[in-house]
Structure formats: structure tokens, C-alpha cells
């Protein structure tokens, strides 16, 4: 435990230390940047401004040369028209409004030029420049006011005051000089401070750069510090997983050798129980008896399907379990959870009771094995924690597309219910509702988790609803399709010796209510239901005429009993007999219900046990013999084979035997493998069924001897028949050079197919008969 909290240690301070190292980097580049990217805007705005200026001064400069070359222009053209008005001997006063318009002309140049005069200039040479202006416009008034023989000296004083305004025009020419060498010196300024902002910031990245380096070294050397610290640890952490490997891997092989020797141990006696059981179905019994050994047979295989659970409930952890698809008679499988469990149920008095949608086929594809098994385990948890009450189920389409079914099952009981904070872990492993409850039964809380596993593997779910002290509701769906199978006598729908019959149904319980409609109007028969005895005898008063009475013991108040002397009162039992639907301990006198009663129908109610009860009430047991076909010839009449059983255990030698001899073969037996070989020497054999485990010689040392010692001609074919139900067994079977492989209990129906698959001679045009499929695929 300690390496592991090292380890998440060193987890922690590298991520530490890789976050830190990140986010010095992120903090040193995100305040860099921003000076960086303030000052390039701060330098930004200083260019914009700067050519600006630059711009606006380049303006003002050329506005400034134009209008210094217009008052120059004007300054010429006075000067010029002045002097020649005066000196022209026969200018007169009408000369005088070109040279007043000349004169304006001037006075708005002026103007102009003293509206652009730059900001910060000499003031002096604007006030030269205002007063040679205003002496030049103030000739025109001193024109008017003299006389014409003064005119020429006035235009010798504004040559002379002319040319002094040139000479002054100069000077303001240097202006525009001034003004451009100011934006100069300005743009020069910017450059010099950006570039000087410019050197810091590179001298500021540089100490990032530096400062970068050395935090980067700093967290590599606590990163370096902290694998080699941590290096014996991690040494430490992969020797311990090894070995931790180790002992899983010889764990798992233990529990496989566990699993694989627990199975042969449990399926030899087995296959004698179920074997024999078999056996005696197929002697002459009462029909109580025939009951008898039919629910030992039923407990038999019930019992291997929970071996069959424990082999596979690592394939279903490891998701390597495969589902068969094949026909499935949904109410004969529901039927056999019942008559399997009904014992149980007997002991608690409880109600057991199902009903199927009519709308659902007959036959369904599906794994009849393990639907079985999500019921029992689903029904008997019920039986388990009711103490009193009823277990019903019912099924429905939840949804149907054509051939395709979505069916919902729902498994309800009443009393206990399951506590709220316990609903979401009761499909979880080894986890069960109510401890209190599991100790008083008994169980390993295994059931519902594989119940919810297979559900899934059938692409369903399953849920469950509870309400304390009042029952719970177990629900779950499945994926199937319609499918084709055997039908029995009982599943002919339409039954002639039925169709058309009355039947009255005295029932308090809705499921079994339901259930006998259904199975009656399946028949043909015209049913009439009443939940009680006052609603029946009303039915008979009114003069409702009824060929038989289905009535329920369990009507309260004894008034099954009641309604049974009110009937033979009127009628006797063949005028209209009555069937009382009762549990095997009924309390109701034999001798009393005898009388009154034509036949005892014990419960659970089955769809095979109601058929053959109305059938015998109404004479007609020879229906059975006239559906059934006239029987072929067995497969050994049909193919006979010389046969070879290797079994050391003499009650599977006798299961083994009599299942060939029910098929018209007759087997010779070897005990172990040495015996196989020595027959083999002295006679060829079609067929040898090995048993894996046998003393001497295992079957696997004998099939690889067979294999290599005997020439091809005297080759048999060799059929593994072993408890060995594990799929490295299989393997090992086909890989020591067996043709195929049965698992124990042998059924009659695997031996058949196994040797039709091998044995049945090919066509004269060398085909195939028939393309049956291995079993051992």
C-alpha cells in the first residue's frame, strides 16, 4: 500500500511542478508581451502624430509659399500701374479705380498671409510687413488728395517703399524654411524615442529569456530529483506487479482446475440422475407419478443449469458467453420455472400465476437456457421474500416491428418490498436487498447480477419498483423475433374437440383469470369469466347454458365448495362437469370434492395440464393419438453402426446404452482406454463415445493412439462424452484428434445429431444427404 501512495505522490509533485513550470513561462511571456505590445502602441501614437503634424506643417509651408507669391504679385502690379499712372502726362483721375482695385487686391493678400503667419516667428518682421503694406494701400488716398504735378514724385516714394517690400518678402520667405526644419526636428525626436523604446524593450525580453532559462532549469531539476527519489519505488512498484501477476495467473488456473474438476465431480452423478430420470419418464406411471419424475427431472436439470452458471460466470464477466438462437416456447418455458419452483411456493401457500399477451407467437427466438434462468432466478427471489400473497408474471409486447418483438416481462409478488436506498445495488455482484432477509434464506446475491448481465446480452434492461409492505415489481425486456417450432398437441390453436365449447371461469386472481381466458379462446372454446360464486350462480339463473366450470378453490368463504353443491343440485356431473383449480394440499375433503367435482387440476395452472384436464372431462384422450404422425424408422434401422462406449462409471454406462438402444444401436463397452484399443485389434467400429477420465488410459491418450497406431481404413469416428464442460476440454478433445464433443448429461438429442453430422453415407453422386452443422462449432 505504501508504493502505491509513493506513486501518487510522485504523481502529484510532478504535476506540480509541471504546472508551476507553466505557468512561470505563461506569467513571465502574458507581462512581457503586454509592455511590449503597451509601448508599441504608445510608439504607434507618437508616428500617427508625428506625420500629422509633419502633414499639417507641409500644408501650412505650401499654403504659406502661395500666399507669399501672390502679395509679391500683387506688390508688383501696384508698383507697376502706380508708377506708370504717374508718370504717363495724360493719366487723369479716371485712372484712379484700377489703381484702388489693385490696391484692395493687395490689403487681402496681406491679409491672408498675416492669418497664416506661423506661431513663435519674428514680430518685428510682421510689424515691418503690416506697415510697408499699409503705406503701399495708403498711396491711393494720398494720389486722390494731391495734385497732378505731384503725382510723379509720389511714385518715385512708392518705388522706393516697392522695393523695400521686396527685400522684406525675402525675409518672410525664410518662413516657410522655419517651419519645415521645426517638422523635421520633430519627426527626428520620434525616431530617436522609438528607437530608444525600442532597445528596452529588447533589453526587457532578454531578462524574460534569462529569467525563462533559469526557472525551466530550476523545475528539470526537481523533476530529475523526483524520478530518482522515486526510481527505487517504481523498481519496487513493477517487481510487486509481477508477482502480483503471478499469483492472479496462478489464481485463475486454480480456479479453472477448481471449476473444471468440481464440474466432471458434479456432471458424473448427474448424468445418472437426469439420465435415469429420463429413462423412467418413458416407463408406465400413474399420472401422479408421471408428476413426480417429471419435477425430479425438471430439479436435475435446473440443478446443472446452476453448474452451468458457475462455469460461466467468468465468460460472462469476461464477455465470452454466446447466446444460442433457436426456437423457445415462451409459456412451456415459463411453465417449467413454475412447476420447477412450485414447491416452494407450496410451502408458503402462496399463489403462483402467469399470463402472456395474445398477440405474442408461440415460439420465439432466443437461448432457451438462459431465459430460463433470468426467470428462476427472478421468481424464485420473489417465492424467497414473499410470506404471503401471490408471484405472477405477465408478458407483453412492448413493442412490435413486424417480425420483431420488444417483450416485457414483469415478475411482481407482495409483502416486504425493497428498501429505497438499496434499489440501485441489488443488481450489482454479491449485493442483495435485505441482509436480514438473506440470512433467514439463503443465497449469494449472484442471481440478479447475472439475471441483469444476460438481459443485456439480450439487447435489453431490467428495473425494478418497490413500495415497502406492499411487493415489488420486477421488470425486464429482450430482442427476439417470431420463429418456427414443433408444436405440441396442446399449442394447436383451434382444437375441434373444444371449438365451440362454453366454458364458465370462476376466478379471483386476475393473472390466473387472464390466463385460463386465454388458453380456452386459443382452443376455440367460448368462455364466460366471474371473480366470484354470486355472479356465476346469477349467470346459471338466467339460464345461461355452460358445457364445463373451471372454479377456484381458494374463493373466499369456502364458496367453492358452495357453488359445487349448488351446480349438482341442478345437473348432474356429466350434464355439467366441473374442474376445481386447487393446490396439491387443498384442505377441502377428498371424499366432498370427489362428489361434487369431476376432476382435480392442481396448481400452478399450465397450458399441457388444463388441455389434458378438459380433454378427459370431455372423453376425448384419443385426440392426442390421432395428431400424432405415424412414427418414422429409428436411426439405427435407418443407419446402422458398429458403436464403441469408453465409460468407467456403470450408472453412465446404462444412460449411455439405453439412450442407443433407443435409437435401435447396440453398444459394445470399454471401461478404459487399453480396453479401447484391444477391441479396436480385434474388430473395426464406426463410432467410439470416449469419456475423457478413465483409469490406465485417459480417452485424450487413446484417441492420440488410435490416431497414429490404426491405417486410415480402420479409423472410427470418435465423439468425446465427458463431465469435462470447460472450453480448454473441448479443445484439448479436438486437438488429440476427436471428431466432435458432448457435454454431460448426455441428451438423446445431441448423440442423434452428432452421429447423422458423421455417419450418414453420401449419395451415389458422392453429395451430401443432408448439411447438418457440427457440434462442435
Not at 502602441?41 to 502624430?49: D, F, G, I, P, R
Not at 502633414?55 to 502706380?82: G, M, P, W
Not at 433467514?440 to 431490467?462: D, W
Request: charged residues 20%; aromatic residues 6%.
Amino acid at each position: 500500500m505504501r508504493i502505491f501512495t509513493n506513486l501518487r505522490l510522485l504523481q502529484i509533485i510532478d504535476t506540480s511542478l509541471l504546472i508551476t513550470l507553466l505557468a512561470g513561462m505563461a506569467l513571465l511571456l502574458w507581462s512581457s508581451l503586454s509592455d511590449v505590445s503597451a509601448k508599441a502602441q504608445q510608439n504607434e501614437q507618437h508616428y500617427a502624430l508625428a506625420i500629422q503634424e509633419a502633414y499639417l506643417a507641409f500644408q501650412k509651408q505650401t499654403e504659406l509659399e502661395v500666399l507669399i507669391d501672390n502679395q509679391r504679385k500683387a506688390y508688383d502690379a501696384l508698383n507697376d500701374e502706380f508708377f506708370r499712372f504717374a508718370n504717363n502726362p495724360n493719366s487723369d483721375r479716371e485712372n484712379l479705380p484700377l489703381i484702388r482695385e489693385l490696391s484692395d487686391h493687395l490689403k487681402k493678400r496681406s491679409a491672408d498671409i498675416l492669418r497664416a503667419w506661423p506661431i513663435n516667428t519674428d514680430h518685428h518682421l510682421k510689424a515691418q510687413f503690416e506697415e510697408l503694406t499699409g503705406i503701399l494701400t495708403g498711396l491711393i488716398d494720398e494720389l486722390e488728395s494731391l495734385s497732378s504735378a505731384h503725382w510723379l514724385q509720389l511714385a518715385r516714394d512708392a518705388h522706393d517703399t516697392s522695393r523695400e517690400a521686396h527685400a522684406l518678402m525675402e525675409k518672410v520667405t525664410t518662413l516657410d524654411d522655419q517651419v519645415g526644419q521645426q517638422t523635421m526636428l520633430s519627426i527626428q525626436e520620434s525616431i530617436q524615442e522609438t528607437a530608444a523604446n525600442t532597445q528596452a524593450m529588447a533589453k526587457r525580453l532578454e531578462a524574460v529569456k534569462y529569467k525563462t532559462l533559469l526557472i525551466t532549469a530550476l523545475i528539470i531539476a526537481g523533476l530529475l530529483l523526483s524520478r530518482f527519489y522515486f526510481s527505487g519505488h517504481f523498481r519496487q512498484l513493477i517487481y510487486t506487479a509481477q508477482e502480483a501477476q503471478a499469483m492472479a495467473e496462478e489464481a485463475v488456473k486454480t480456479k479453472a482446475r477448481f471449476l473444471a474438476t468440481m464440474s466432471h465431480e458434479i456432471r458424473t452423478p448427474m448424468n445418472g440422475v437426469i439420465g435415469m430420470t429420463r429413462l423412467l419418464m418413458n416407463t408406465p406411471m400413474s399420472k401422479k407419478q408421471s408428476e413426480f419424475v417429471e419435477s425430479i427431472h425438471l430439479s436435475g436439470e435446473h440443478l446443472l443449469t446452476v453448474i452451468n452458471d458457475v462455469l460461466d460466470f467468468s465468460k460472462i464477466e469476461a464477455g465470452k458467453l454466446d447466446l444460442k438462437r433457436e426456437p423457445v416456447e415462451l409459456r412451456a418455458c415459463i411453465e417449467d420455472v413454475f412447476n420447477l419452483l412450485s414447491a416452494k411456493a407450496l410451502e408458503k401457500n402462496l399463489e403462483l400465476a402467469y399470463a402472456v399477451a395474445p398477440t405474442i407467437p408461440l415460439f420465439i427466438e432466443g437461448d432457451v437456457a438462459r431465459l430460463r434462468q433470468i426467470l428462476t432466478n427472478l421468481i424464485g427471489n420473489a417465492i424467497k421474500f414473499t410470506e404471503q400473497g401471490e408471484v405472477s408474471v405477465s408478458v407483453t409486447a412492448a413493442s412490435q416491428d413486424k417480425q420483431r418483438y420488444e417483450l416485457e416481462f414483469e415478475i411482481s409478488d407482495t409483502e416486504y418490498g425493497i428498501p429505497t436506498d438499496r434499489i440501485d445495488s441489488i443488481f450489482e455482484s454479491f449485493s442483495q436487498a435485505d441482509n436480514t432477509l438473506t440470512r433467514q434464506g439463503e443465497g449469494t446475491g449472484l442471481g440478479l447480477a447475472i439475471a441483469r448481465r444476460l438481459v443485456e446480452m439480450m439487447e435489453g434492461r431490467i428495473w425494478v419498483a418497490s413500495e415497502l409492505g406492499v411487493g415489488s415489481h420486477f421488470h425486464f425486456t429482450l430482442m427476439t423475433q417470431t420463429a418456427t417450432g414443433k408444436l405440441k398437441p396442446f399449442l394447436y390453436p383451434n382444437i375441434p374437440e373444444i371449438t365451440g365449447k362454453r366454458i364458465l371461469i370462476v376466478e379471483n386472481n386476475p393473472i390466473n383469470h387472464q390466463a385460463l381466458q386465454n388458453f380456452c379462446q386459443d382452443w376455440g372454446a367460448i368462455t364466460q369469466a366471474c371473480t366470484n360464486v354470486s355472479e356465476a350462480i346469477s349467470l346459471l339463473v338466467s339460464g345461461q347454458h355452460y358445457d364445463i366450470g373451471l372454479v377456484n378453490s381458494r374463493l373466499p368463504k369456502a364458496s367453492a365448495l358452495a357453488f359445487g353443491r349448488y351446480v349438482r343440485n341442478r345437473y348432474n356431473q356429466q350434464a355439467f362437469p366441473l374442474i376445481l383449480i386447487a393446490p396439491p394440499n387443498d384442505p377441502h375433503p377428498k371424499e366432498l370434492v370427489r362428489e361434487l367435482f369431476n376432476l382435480y387440476l392442481t396448481k400452478p395452472v399450465t397450458r399441457s395440464r388444463l388441455f389434458d384436464s378438459l380433454m378427459t372431462v370431455l372423453g376425448e384422450l384419443n385426440l392426442l393419438t390421432a395428431r400424432t404422425e405415424q412414427a418414422p424408422l429409428k436411426l439405427g434401422e435407418r443407419l446402422p453402426l458398429s458403436i464403441l462406449l469408453a465409460e468407467d462409471n456403470p450408472i453412465n454406462q446404462i444412460v449411455a446404452t439405453s439412450i442407443l438402444n433407443e435409437m435401435a444401436y447396440k453398444a459394445e463397452i470399454a471401461e478404459n482406454g487399453r480396453q479401447v484399443l484391444e477391441a479396436l485389434r480385434k474388430q473395426a467400429f464406426d463410432v467410439i463415445f470416449m469419456d475423457m477420465q478413465m483409469p490406465e488410459l485417459d480417452g485424450l491418450a487413446a484417441t492420440r493412439l488410435i490416431r497414429s497406431e490404426f491405417p486410415t481404413d480402420r479409423q472410427p469416428i470418435i465423439i468425446a462424452m465427458t463431465a469435462n464442460a470447460m472450453e480448454s476440454d473441448k479443445q484439448a478433445c479436438l486437438t488429440a484428434g476427436m471428431n466432435d464433443y458432448i457435454s454431460k448429461p448426455i441428451l438423446p438429442e445431441a448423440i442423434e445429431a452428432a452421429l447423422q453430422h458423421w455417419c450418414i453415407p453420401p449419395k451415389p453422386q458422392a453429395q451430401p444427404l443432408l448439411n447438418y452443422v457440427s457440434l462442435s462449432q
